[in-house]
């Protein structure tokens, strides 16, 4: 298989891989931060890029390898006619013109270096985990002959899929850092990463996006929403990623089909209920019977989280109506959080088992029908 053909583990599908990306959105606060240490002269030499999955961390990765290599030190004379020191910047935007902007969209910058999974000869996939191997391979790097101002930047994405011995080949470049040398570390998880690792990184930490950015994101991405941005928002938890997934599946329609029906309870409309469940039956829904599931426990979580603190901002019309009703006060709250822990396991089981989809997603309509009623 050519590179070209080999899928990578960093890109959404049906979106531009962040290092197209050519501007950051939503994300202000961790530019800010990241600028004002560069502005400062001291910068630091391992940053970690946190915050939900989906939310820009590897677009700021490649946008900050993108600044580091096309802007020279604070301070330093930018060449002009009387050796003027350069402007402190105000932002990470690189032209799409500049040479290093184009060297890195074509993958060429000398300066840069890409880890994420590697693709598996053997078994014709992606590996499942990033190797010792993969991180050890830095350090022909590392020797080579510093370039564009003698500054070198790395991109793990993600550092939490690096194995144990990959961990620790990484914890020994931070601990003993490279002259020059930044590493950014994407990580979904930072919990599953070395204490050692996390203790000597800066963290960036992103937030979710609000619908006025997820649909600028969304129409940067080439992806229309299709006037559902807000409810893309509120049903991705602000991903612009999980986003792109809700609507090459469909999601929002699923997501109005599954309020629409629950608001029948505790009658339930059995006809309804059968034609979801027998969409989900049909040969190659494995994706959409897995989007549907996660919807239905999204639903649960925010009936419980409705009881608990009052409807959240209303994802598809009528759920707010849905909300209150089902779950006016914490003790509902908390029977719709039973509720879910038990639709959850036991879609779990019957996913493990091969139950038949139909047959599963019947099961979990019930079982919610049977708390309404309670």
Same mark, same amino acid.
């Given at each position: 298989?050519?590179?070209?053909?080999?899928?990578?583990?960093?890109?959404?599908? =049906?979106?531009?891989?962040?290092?197209? &990306?050519?501007?950051?959105?939503?994300?202000?606060?961790?530019?800010?931060?990241?600028?004002?240490?560069?502005? %400062?002269?001291?910068?630091?030499?391992?940053?970690?890029? $946190? =915050?939900?999955?989906?939310?820009?961390?590897? &677009?700021?990765?490649?946008?900050?390898?993108?600044?580091?290599?096309? $802007?020279?030190?604070?301070?330093?004379?930018?060449?002009?006619?009387?050796?003027?020191?350069?402007?402190?910047?105000?932002?990470?935007?690189?032209?799409?013109?500049?040479?290093?902007?184009? #060297?890195?969209?074509?993958? %060429?910058?000398?300066?840069?270096?890409?880890? &994420?999974?590697?693709?598996?000869?053997?078994?014709?996939?992606?590996?499942?985990?990033?190797?010792?191997?993969?991180?050890?391979?830095?350090?022909?790097?590392?020797?080579?002959?510093? /370039?564009?101002?003698?500054?070198?930047?790395?991109?793990?994405?993600?550092?939490?899929?690096?194995?144990?011995?990959?961990?620790?080949?990484?914890?020994?470049?931070?601990?003993?850092?490279?002259?020059?040398?930044?590493?950014?570390?994407?990580?979904?998880?930072?919990?599953?990463?070395?204490? /050692?690792?996390?203790?000597?990184?800066?963290?960036?930490?992103?937030?979710?996006?609000?619908?006025?950015?997820?649909?600028?994101?969304?129409?940067?991405?080439?992806?229309?929403?299709? =006037?559902?941005?807000?409810?893309?928002?509120?049903?991705?938890?602000? %991903?612009? =990623?999980?986003?792109?997934?809700?609507?090459?599946?469909?999601?929002?329609?699923?997501?109005?089909?599954?309020?629409?029906?629950?608001? &029948?309870?505790?009658?339930?409309?059995?006809?309804?209920?059968?034609?979801?469940?027998?969409?989900?039956?049909?040969?190659?829904?494995?994706?959409?019977?897995?989007?549907?599931?996660?919807? /239905?426990?999204?639903?649960?979580?925010?009936?419980? #989280?409705?009881?608990?603190?009052?409807?959240?901002?209303?994802?598809?019309?009528?759920?707010?109506?849905?909300?209150?009703?089902?779950?006016?006060?914490?003790?509902?709250?908390?029977?719709?959080?039973?509720?879910?822990?038990?639709?959850?396991?036991?879609?779990?089981?019957?996913?493990?088992?091969?139950?038949?989809?139909?047959?599963?997603?019947?099961?979990?309509?019930?079982?919610?029908?049977? $708390?309404?009623?309670?």
């Amino acid at each position: 298989m050519s590179d070209d053909a080999r899928p990578e583990p960093d890109r959404v599908e =049906g979106a531009p891989h962040p290092r197209e &990306t050519p501007r950051l959105i939503g994300q202000g606060a961790a530019e800010r931060a990241f600028l004002d240490v560069f502005n %400062s002269g001291r910068l630091h030499h391992g940053w970690l890029i $946190t =915050g939900p999955r989906g939310v820009g961390k590897a &677009t700021l990765a490649w946008s900050l390898a993108r600044f580091l290599l096309a $802007t020279p030190d604070p301070g330093a004379d930018d060449g002009g006619l009387f050796g003027d020191a350069a402007p402190a910047p105000d932002s990470l935007d690189i032209p799409a013109d500049h040479p290093v902007a184009r #060297r890195i969209a074509a993958g %060429s910058d000398p300066g840069l270096y890409h880890i &994420t999974r590697s693709f598996n000869e053997k078994t014709g996939r992606l590996r499942d985990r990033i190797l010792a191997d993969d991180v050890r391979s830095l350090n022909q790097f590392l020797h080579l002959s510093a /370039t564009e101002g003698g500054r070198r930047v790395v991109i793990i994405d993600s550092a939490d899929e690096m194995n144990t011995q990959a961990a620790n080949a990484l914890l020994k470049m931070l601990e003993e850092p490279p002259a020059r040398t930044v590493l950014l570390l994407v990580s979904h998880q930072p919990s599953r990463l070395l204490p /050692t690792i996390r203790s000597r990184c800066r963290e960036l930490r992103l937030v979710p996006l609000s619908a006025p950015d997820m649909e600028q994101a969304l129409s940067q991405a080439g992806v229309d929403p299709g =006037g559902d941005a807000a409810a893309l928002a509120e049903l991705s938890a602000g %991903s612009v =990623g999980e986003a792109v997934r809700l609507i090459n599946l469909g999601g929002v329609a699923m997501y109005r089909e599954l309020v629409e029906i629950a608001a &029948t309870m505790p009658l339930l409309d059995r006809p309804r209920a059968l034609k979801l469940a027998e969409a989900a039956a049909t040969r190659g829904a494995e994706e959409k019977l897995d989007l549907l599931l996660g919807l /239905t426990d999204l639903l649960l979580a925010r009936l419980a #989280r409705g009881g608990a603190l009052g409807p959240p901002p209303e994802a598809v019309p009528g759920e707010a109506d849905l909300i209150a009703r089902l779950a006016p006060d914490a003790h509902r709250g908390r029977v719709w959080a039973d509720c879910a822990e038990s639709v959850g396991a036991r879609a779990r089981h019957g996913r493990a088992v091969n139950l038949d989809p139909a047959a599963l997603v019947l099961d979990t309509v019930f079982k919610i029908q049977q $708390t309404a009623a309670g």
